[in-house]
């Protein structure tokens, strides 16, 4: 067989861009349902459209914006909840609220918990875990970053009494619940009814026998506090939205070893302390509110606030400055 010659003839001539030129409009989803994100798991999003559960992945053109649990979208594709279906996520419903956090207080990459929530449960132990709070000071802090009313409850009240407690957190009239294992919810059902509600608190504390409690089909994995730790192990992996028989939502949140800060402002971080808020109009221009000069030393030894609301404000703000806690700045 003859190897066939080849000449200029042969060459091939690259087609220009055509006719059609590249549009970077997109389509506009008119048709698109709304639908509520109850739960996140690696890619795929689990949403409510309708009273029917649908799962979704994001569309391309959304780019890097992120979706999170709370979150209300648009999507197209098959919504009708069949087990083999799946759509799309074209489109963001404007937030309401964003509840974030950081790493750690020098970490500059926030991280959004939840979106359009409306109250910020802080679940704290009474006991078995001991209680911290300068954990409940930080979350404070970023429930009045977020626009979120705050409300602190607290369990295992069968091991160990409230009053210390409450006592430290009554001079901001930081609205609680009360309750113990096996215990009535009546009151905790009355603040989360017809509400949207996420919970937070570290592990152990009782977060997930709560969420049981309240919604009997949730089945939320409950774990014990290790004896020589102190600490409980974690065993929500991930955030998840669950309906409330009486009305409203909770969002269950995994539990946290902390709750970074450095995305919140000085001011944001004063404002959450309202009974010292008001004795730092008498401080210096550019006050750090961790100098001698700073007016509210003066402002709590007159009796206008209690000394550890003073040591827990001036925690936060040098730790914002990714500074060591001073060791004299303790209670």
């Known amino acids: 067989m003859r190897r066939r010659q080849f000449d200029e003839e042969d060459v091939r001539i690259r087609p220009g861009r055509g006719s059609r030129p590249r549009t970077r409009k997109r389509p506009a989803h008119e048709d698109a349902a709304t639908g509520y994100v109850v739960a996140v798991d690696r890619g795929r999003y689990t949403c409510l459209v309708e009273g029917r559960t649908t799962v979704a992945m994001k569309a391309r053109e959304l780019g890097r914006k992120g979706v999170v649990v709370g979150d209300e979208v648009r999507l197209v594709g098959d919504v009708s909840g069949r087990p083999d279906a799946l759509a799309r996520i074209v489109g963001l419903v404007p937030r309401r609220s964003v509840l974030r956090r950081t790493a750690d207080d020098t970490d500059p990459v926030e991280r959004v918990i939840v979106a359009n929530a409306d109250q910020l449960v802080i679940v704290t132990a009474l006991a078995d875990p001991e209680p911290r709070p300068r954990m409940i000071d930080r979350c404070l802090v970023a429930a009045y970053d977020a626009g979120l009313d705050p ?4 369990t295992k009240a069968d091991l160990a009494p409230a009053e210390k407690l409450l006592d430290v957190y009554a001079p901001l009239g930081v609205p609680h619940v009360v309750v113990q294992r096996g215990g009535d ?7 989360l009814r017809d509400r949207r509600s996420v919970l937070v608190g570290h592990s152990g504390v009782g977060k997930s026998t709560l969420v049981n409690a309240l919604v009997p089909d949730a089945g939320r994995a409950v774990s014990h506090v290790n004896p020589v730790t102190g ?8 955030a998840l939205a669950l309906e409330l028989p009486g009305g409203g939502w909770i969002i269950d949140t995994p539990g946290v070893r902390s709750f970074g800060l450095a995305h919140v402002s000085e001011e944001s971080v004063l404002a959450a302390f309202p009974d010292l808020e008001a004795g730092a109009v008498g401080c210096p221009r550019g006050c750090d509110h961790l100098n001698d000069a700073c007016a509210l030393d003066a402002w709590v030894e007159e009796g206008n606030a209690r000394p550890g609301r003073l040591v827990s404000l001036r925690r936060l703000l040098v730790a914002r400055l990714g500074e060591p806690e001073d060791a004299s700045l303790e209670e």
Do not use: D, N, P
């Not at 409300?151 to 607290?154: G, I, K, N, Q, V």
């Not at 919810?185 to 603040?191: C, D, G, P, Y």
């Not at 600490?231 to 991930?238: A, L, N, V």
């Open 231 to 238: 600490r409980g192990r974690h065993t929500s992996s991930s």
């Open 185 to 191: 919810l009546a009151e905790v059902r009355e603040h």
């Open 151 to 154: 409300l602190l409850c607290l």
